[in-house]
């Protein structure tokens, strides 16, 4: 049962290092994409298009 349950934990916490990183990276792609600074709107803009995420 000590495996399962370890291997349950490793499931679980994988999961949320997944969701946080994902978070985070929206987080950060949607502040970048509002800022006033052109360079930071830029730099979001064209990682829009770069992953084909409709920007207009």
Known sequence: MTTLNATATKAKTGLAQILVTAAL????MVVAGHVQSQTL????????????????
């Open 25 to 28: 990276g929206l987080a950060l």
């Open 41 to 56: 709107h830029d730099a979001a803009h064209d990682m829009r298009h770069a992953t084909g995420f409709p920007c207009h």
